[in-house]
């Protein structure tokens, strides 16, 4: 019998050494798919946790995905679907332990600070940043994951677990909802911020 077909017979006829090539092909695939999303899930973690918290929602992501590997969608669908598990993790994180709550609802009563830093900005921007504090949660979640994260649809519907018309018609909304806000703000505006050429 030539080497090779003793090789290829083995691989075939052995069930451990089966398995043993199964995971290691599995892990490596693992860590290519955590090397190209690793920095995305951390930010999205860390622009919903505090940064201290951030690494191990980042780590228990991908202890579910190794855990799932199986499971995990094709490769265009891999970063919302992560994303989707990252959600869950924070979610149980939270409802886990009553300490930690509290400490979210006192960080939650401080002052906002910006999860990337900026020098300036502009009043257009604040205006963005207080509409957007006045939508639901569920408003404010479809149009951070459009707009920061910049997925379809499609994409979105893996991560909230809805369908993509579903989601349309969410971020339809809280577009619309948005824009109520952003307008009801500019007519509220102190007439003297206002340029004097816009006086008349």
Same mark, same amino acid.
């Given at each position: 019998?030539?080497?090779?077909?003793?090789?290829?017979?083995?691989?075939?006829?052995?069930?451990?050494?089966?398995?043993?090539?199964?995971?290691?092909?599995?892990?490596?695939?693992?860590?290519?798919?955590?090397?190209?999303?690793?920095?995305?899930?951390?930010?999205?973690?860390?622009?919903?946790?505090?940064?201290?918290?951030?690494?191990?929602?980042?780590?228990?992501?991908?202890?579910?995905?190794?855990?799932?590997?199986?499971?995990?969608?094709?490769?265009?669908?891999?970063?919302?679907?992560?994303?989707?598990?990252?959600?869950?993790?924070? /979610?149980? !994180?939270? =409802?886990?332990?009553?300490? $930690?709550?509290? #400490?979210? +609802?006192?960080?939650?009563?401080?002052?906002?600070?910006?999860?990337?830093?900026?020098?300036?900005?502009?009043?257009?921007?604040?205006?963005?940043?207080?509409?957007?504090?006045?939508?639901?949660?569920?408003?404010?979640?479809?149009?951070?994951?459009?707009?920061?994260?910049?997925?379809?649809?499609?994409?979105?519907?893996?991560?909230?677990?809805?369908?993509?018309? /579903?989601? !349309?018609? =969410?971020?339809?909304?809280? $577009?619309?909802? #948005?824009? +109520?806000?952003?307008?009801?703000?500019?007519?509220?505006?102190?007439?003297?911020?206002?340029?004097?050429?816009?006086?008349?």
């Amino acid at each position: 019998m030539s080497q090779s077909r003793f090789i290829a017979g083995t691989a075939a006829g052995d069930p451990c050494r089966t398995d043993q090539v199964a995971r290691a092909d599995s892990e490596t695939r693992f860590r290519m798919l955590y090397q190209h999303h690793v920095a995305a899930v951390a930010a999205y973690a860390a622009r919903r946790v505090p940064a201290h918290e951030a690494p191990d929602v980042v780590s228990e992501t991908f202890l579910v995905l190794w855990r799932r590997f199986d499971e995990r969608p094709e490769n265009n669908m891999i970063r919302p679907w992560l994303y989707g598990i990252s959600r869950r993790v924070i /979610a149980n !994180r939270r =409802r886990g332990s009553q300490r $930690r709550s509290n #400490l979210l +609802e006192h960080l939650r009563a401080q002052p906002v600070k910006q999860p990337m830093p900026q020098q300036h900005q502009t009043d257009a921007e604040l205006a963005v940043l207080d509409a957007m504090a006045q939508l639901t949660e569920p408003h404010r979640e479809v149009l951070v994951l459009a707009g920061w994260e910049e997925l379809t649809p499609t994409e979105i519907a893996v991560v909230l677990e809805l369908t993509p018309q /579903a989601v !349309r018609k =969410r971020l339809a909304r809280a $577009r619309t909802h #948005l824009a +109520e806000l952003m307008a009801t703000s500019d007519e509220h505006e102190p007439t003297h911020s206002r340029p004097e050429g816009d006086a008349s």
